[in-house]
């Protein structure tokens, strides 16, 4: 196992960057963390650092390269301008080592956003954002990260701006999903990066993209040079043609999914739960839905407890369910459910909608 001591390269007032284990390797990668979804995480005012980003998850694959964490104690997007000088710092502690800078959602931003800051070689971003500013949010429709947006300024915007043009790596996001592919094409537009589509995986890719391919055979590839895409994907592809996800994307694949489902299936997580949310919402509208598959979903829905890592995915699942329900006419069914599974404030809103239809 590694050795898990530390070093703080630099702590300011945002942002903490810490060297897990010692700089004793030719490369290194540096791990920019999500966003934090605690209530006590919000674009302004400060919370407390976590530190526990690369040690729960990179850490533990004990590679033969330095890890940095890269952290922020609110969700700012690694925009305040105090980023040139955590990055300068960072890039001066390290010399002249290849660089790879990693991160999901907002730390996919932030990894190819800070990657012309710190010179990085490579970036690896799992489902980043384009851009959390209008009028792209607005042009796209994507109603997400709301509060950042108003409170947070466009200054360090790198991606929209051209700052990046040039810098290659890899984006991976869902192609299925609608608003992460208008991101992940622009950035693509903007940058020399390369594509790898993980469809049916939701928002962030990396929990389909680790059992589809390895999330640790992609970044052992980055470590020596260019990533071989066209082999991951064709992988990637193979691996997830019958998955859960797909089953549920697909009607007249609901069935097998609710099987999967009875059988207490690993594969069954929050995004295959969501995609067949979105599928019943579809069918439902066409009114070429099975009812029966539609209730056993409903009484198979699962406990808060699955939901755990991903309230929002709980969320936008209940919704779908719901939605469902009232395009078959069921409105009764559709508040009972709203009222079981859907969480507050979303339930109240729900309930005050559909009252009024």
Known sequence: MMNLTSQIIYQGEGYLVEALGTLEHDVTIVGFASRGASARYNPVTPADFDRRFLKASLLKWNLPVNFVNFTSNRNCWFMLPE?????????KRLGGQRLITYGSSMGGFAAINCSTFLDADYFLALSPL???????????????FREEREALNDAFDGISKGWHAGRTGLVAY????????????EILKQ???????????????????????SL???????????IDVDEVQKVVHSNLENSAGALAADGDGLPEFLN?????????DPSAWVSASQTLVDLA??????????????????????????PSKLVQCAWGFCRALEELGDLSRAREFAEERMPEPQRSRFLARASTD
């Open 83 to 91: 980023i040139v000088e955590a990055c300068s710092a960072l890039r």
């Open 130 to 144: 384009y851009s959390i500013f209008d009028p792209f949010m607005k042009s796209i429709r994507d109603t997400r």
């Open 174 to 185: 869902d192609d299925r999903h609608e608003r992460d592919t208008r991101h992940a094409q």
């Open 191 to 213: 940058t020399s990066g390369h594509e790898l589509k993980v469809p049916f995986a939701g928002h962030p890719v990396g929990p389909s993209l680790n059992r589809a391919y």
């Open 216 to 226: 640790k055979k992609i970044l052992v590839q980055s470590i020596s040079g260019p």
């Open 260 to 268: 999967l489902v009875r059988q207490g299936q690993r594969s069954v």
């Open 285 to 310: 509208k066409k009114e070429s839905i099975d009812e029966d598959v539609l209730g056993a979903l409903c009484s198979s829905f699962p406990d808060n407890e699955f939901w755990a890592g991903a």
